[in-house]
């Protein structure tokens, strides 16, 4: 297309119109195994714009791809038209009627934002997907999503009171519930809404018509179908031979996938909260098949949740970080489990529904272990559940669990045969696939493990995937549960329902959008399934030289190619985690985990340069990371976009030159040297207006940013004099003072010092840089030859058993991360990084022991916020301060929920950095630190977090091991 006729309508609009290289990549794909690139992404304000667009394309003959948080699986929001993404925009919670128990949103409303708004009002719209913190009501109803709780909640589509629309001749047209009358009266007029109304009439009253759609579609009793449009449902109304009084389309419109109409407001039906208590019974057991029998059964037990997850999965979650701890409940090595959830608002009626429950199962026999979990347990569960098919991207290599024949749904009493004729057809080929399900409702998650970029798998892809859906022909199941048609499913939709009633949804898309106009190739003359695949298929695999070792995930590119596209991290900041900092404050698609692996995977596969990192796409991609990590314990698929990033700016760099910026703070600790020399006159030039405001402005740094003072002292001397008349009865530990103490936090290392001394240990100084400053900023030649030398160095008392502990986080946790790719002696490295930790974890397990007590410390009653840096939440865990700050036996103390601070080492020095900086601050810890009472602690164990909280909030923050020194009784 005319790049002069996109520019015209993108003048035209209030939102933006982007046609550049890297937003058309960033939206070419979704959570699918589709890419298709598409004439430029459109972000709308308003109705009018969608009305601009819709007559745009229109008249220029081009596709309108609608796309909320581009979660699909199926491949519904990619295409080669115009992407329109109202994720930015349209997220408006526009009003809650309480007495109707209704509220209407705009499309980009998250799911759980829309519950946490709900709360207070013990309200919540209940179709609850896996990707529920960050999915939006768009998509959902695009997708007529279901979820966990459809079994006592039902689907999407039986929440949808009301839609307003723009149609495909930019007409504003509102579909809800009509009797009879109402009906009839809608089809009067020459308009394409009266033509609908029309049309659908004619259709629907022809007897045959209806009988060849009962005859057809899956039963009835499957609430999770979503194959094609549902012109089943309209056959509930009296005007069309059913029982009930009204017609609604939005049953049509639920599962459309945006083939029909352009969704702006959505009035959903809301239910009241569930019952308060809850208990989950997890049913382990050795055989899929034992763990089928029992489903039928337990269903009868009225059940709050039923899902199933099977060894492939729970295998996967071994290896990720964050849902490691989650395991906690799984005994053995289990072939599959059950999750039964039961509620009430009693103890008591919990009570009997448990006793209830566990009779059955113990009357089944056939699950070897059943723990019962309660409260906050289950939300682990839960979430271990949740983070499943992320977790599935996990698996290293190009063989991945493929998503085809994943939202199988049939009639519960049919589930067991089904899943034993799957099991021969797999067997057939090959094949051991993934077994996830919401096993209560009857909709099996079954994947096979194939290679997609191989021209014999994916022959096993349309293969596999058209005996599946026979077989679910067979049993008159849904071949699409939940998930959606998109494009892998929709050329089954004649096999699945008909010849005569595939023919009526391409009459009924006719009637809606004659032009073909919006999300074209889905749910009708659909585009091949094996055909625009995510990879070239028999491709030449690129070579991609690296510095940092990336043979854990087969190379950097595979290292991308792990993002499967879940969206975990487009998750909105109110959500638990970190992940990730720059997209809460921008909404940008391309300052996501996603947009970042995507890109990476773009440009390193399509490149004719010799150097592929050598691309402005890559450069702009990565520049608002904050290299906070969170996403590598966050992603599902461990996705580290910080180690990434080092090594696509030393690439580049090495292409390029490297700034003189970067430089100054790459070299920041040789600079620091230098100052701590005359620190007097060298903190005097920072705090100067004018002299300070000429570095800042020669180096690129923020003028508002106050400068970090550095400082000159012996450490080694007063260690000497610490321990001259200190009684040493326990171990030894070596203190690291790393670059930041040594230079810039001179008192911390003294409050470490007299700490340790107080305590009993004896300590040994070891001082090295550690090299993070180095690796952010790329130049990984010095940070690999420091890691060597800090690894030769301590190498000694890691064979010995000594700890290493450390005390900013940053510096002490490269050696149990980034030094495993910088250093080739791999035995060396790992044997450093398991005996170097966190002061507050090696001080936190001598507590559990029992090494550490209380009565060493006051017991003054005080009040303690922590704040922990990302990389501590990401390597390790904020339980370990928490514990460390209890130990004085009335320190009150509390975990803010914060994220990022927002400084990230000098990214919120740099003058362009700074307001994105005090964006991410102000999202979470900001507020919190303001609102804390003058009296109480506020600590930080990151160098750059307490920079960032004094310049945010003007708190002085304290790193939590001069909190426990203050803590000492004299």
């Known amino acids: 297309m005319d790049k002069n006729l996109l520019k015209e309508l993108s003048v035209s609009l209030d939102g933006e119109l982007l046609d550049d290289a890297l937003t058309k990549a960033l939206y070419a794909t979704d959570a699918s195994v589709y890419r298709k690139t598409p004439l430029g992404v459109a972000f709308p304000k308003t109705t009018d714009d969608l009305k601009q667009l819709i007559l745009f394309a229109k008249k220029h003959a081009i596709g309108l791809i609608p796309r909320t ?76 999503s279901s979820g966990t709780t459809s079994i006592k909640y039902g689907v999407t589509r039986d929440k949808v009171v009301s839609m307003k629309t723009v149609l495909s001749d930019g007409s504003e047209v509102e579909f809800g519930a009509l009797d009879e009358a109402e009906f009839m009266a809608k089809t009067k007029g020459k308009g394409i809404e009266a033509k609908i109304y029309q049309n659908l009439y004619n259709e629907l009253s022809n007897k045959e018509i209806r009988q060849e759609i009962i005859s057809e579609f899956p039963k009835p009793e499957i609430h999770r179908r979503n194959t094609g449009y549902a012109v ?112 009430a608002d009693t103890g008591a009626a919990l009570q009997e529904q448990l006793d209830r429950l566990l009779t059955v199962i113990d009357a ?54 089904f899943i034993g ?99 074209p190739g889905k749910i009708v003359d659909a585009y091949p399934m ?45 959500m638990k985690g970190g992940m990730c900092p720059s997209y809460h404050a921008t909404k940008n698609e391309k300052d996501t985990t996603r947009g970042r692996a995507n890109a990476l995977r773009e440009f390193l596969t399509h490149s004719e340069k010799p150097n592929r990192f050598d691309r402005q796409e890559l450069k702009e991609v990565f520049d608002l990371c904050l290299s906070c990590k969170a996403c590598s314990s966050e992603c599902p698929s461990n996705v580290d976009i910080a180690t990434l990033k080092a090594e696509f700016l030393y690439q580049y760099q090495e292409a390029n030159g490297y700034p003189l910026r970067s430089k100054l703070f790459a070299y920041n600790t040789k600079l620091n040297r230098l100052g701590s020399m005359v620190p007097g006159l060298t903190n005097r030039i920072y ?73 009993g240990y004896e300590v040994t100084l070891f001082f090295g840089e550690s090299g993070r400053t180095f690796i952010s900023k790329g130049f990984l030649k010095q940070a690999k030859r420091l890691a060597k030398k800090n690894v030769k160095a ?110 990230a080492g000098s990214f919120g020095y740099e003058k362009e950095h700074y307001e994105l900086s005090m964006q991410v601050g102000e999202l979470k810890l900001f507020p919190s630190v303001r609102n804390a009472a003058a009296d109480t602690i506020i600590a930080a164990n990151g160098t750059s977090c307490r920079h960032q909280i004094h310049d945010g909030t003007e708190r002085e923050a304290l790193h939590p091991v001069t909190i426990l020194k203050n803590a000492l009784v004299d």
């Open 421 to 519: 004729e799957f099991s021969q057809i797999m067997k057939g080929y090959g094949q051991k696939a993934v077994y996830y399900a919401h096993a209560g409702a009857g909709e099996l998650h079954l994947r096979p493990i194939l290679n997609l970029k191989k021209s014999e798998d994916v022959t096993l892809f349309r293969a596999i995937t058209t005996d599946v859906a026979k077989l679910t022909k067979k049993y008159k199941g849904s071949f699409s549960g939940e998930h959606g048609d998109g494009i892998v499913r929709a050329e089954f939709i004649p096999l699945m329902i008909g010849e005569k009633n595939y023919e009526l949804l391409k009459r009924v898309k006719s009637y809606f959008d004659p032009e073909h106009i919006f999300n």
């Open 687 to 759: 705090r100067s207006g004018v002299l300070g405001g000429i570095l800042k402005k020669s180096a690129g740094v923020a003028f508002k940013r106050s400068l970090p003072e550095v400082s000159s002292f012996n450490f080694d001397k007063h260690l000497q004099h610490l321990q001259k008349d200190s009684v040493v009865n326990k171990g030894r530990v070596v203190l690291y003072i790393d670059e930041f103490t040594n230079y810039m936090d001179v008192d911390l290392g003294k409050d470490a010092m007299a700490l340790m001394v107080s305590l």
């Open 530 to 574: 094996d055909a625009a695949l995510r990879y070239d298929i028999d491709r030449e695999e690129p070579v991609v030289e690296t510095l940092m070792d990336f043979s854990d995930s087969e190379g950097i590119l595979k290292a991308a190619e792990k993002c499967n596209g879940s969206g975990d991290c487009r998750k909105p900041h109110e």
């Open 794 to 903: 301590l190498l000694a008392y890691a064979s010995e058993g000594i700890p290493i502990v450390g005390l900013e986080p940053s510096a002490i946790l490269t050696f149990r991360d980034e030094y495993k790719r910088l250093v080739p002696e791999r035995s060396e490295v790992l044997k450093v990084g398991e005996h170097s930790f966190l002061i507050e974890e090696f001080l936190a397990s001598e507590i559990g022991k029992g090494v550490l007590t209380k009565d060493l410390f006051t017991k003054e009653a005080r009040k303690v916020k922590i704040h922990s840096h990302c990389h501590q939440k990401s390597l390790s865990n904020q339980k370990v301060t928490f514990d460390m700050l209890n130990l004085p036996e009335n320190y009150e103390v509390t975990i803010i929920s914060s994220g990022c601070c927002g400084m």
């Open 364 to 417: 089944s026999g056939l699950s070897y272990a059943s723990p019962v979990l309660k409260e906050g347990d289950i939300a682990k569960a839960l979430e271990l559940r949740k983070a499943g098919l992320g977790l599935l991207g996990n698996i290293v290599g190009d063989r991945k669990a493929v998503a085809c024949i994943e939202d199988t749904a049939v009639a519960l009493e049919d589930l067991k045969d």
């Open 232 to 343: 089943d449902e309209l056959l509930r109304g009296t005007l069309f031979g059913g029982s009930e009084t009204q017609v609604n389309l939005c049953e049509l419109l639920s599962g459309s996938e945006g083939t029909l109409a352009f969704t702006t407001e959505v009035t959903l039906q809301l239910d009241l909260l569930p019952p308060t208590l809850s208990a989950m019974v997890v049913t382990h057991y050795r055989t899929l098949e034992e763990c089928l029998s029992d489903v039928a059964p337990v269903m009868e037990c009225g059940l709050h949740t039923c899902e199933m997850m099977d060894k492939v999965i729970l295998d996967c979650t071994k290896n990720n970080r964050e849902q490691l701890k989650n395991r906690f409940f799984v005994s053995g090595d289990p072939e599959a489990l059950l999750m039964l959830e039961v509620k």
């Open 69 to 144: 948080a581009g979660t699909s699986l199926a491949g519904q929001c990619v295409g080669d038209g115009l992407v329109v993404d109202v994720s930015k925009h349209f997220t408006e919670i526009i009003g809650l009627d309480e007495q109707k128990r209704q509220v209407t949103v705009q499309p980009g409303v998250v799911r759980d934002a829309l519950n946490r708004f709900l709360l207070p009002y013990r309200l919540f719209f209940g179709p609850n997907t896996s990707t529920a913190n960050r999915c939006m009501i768009g998509g959902m109803v695009g997708n007529n």
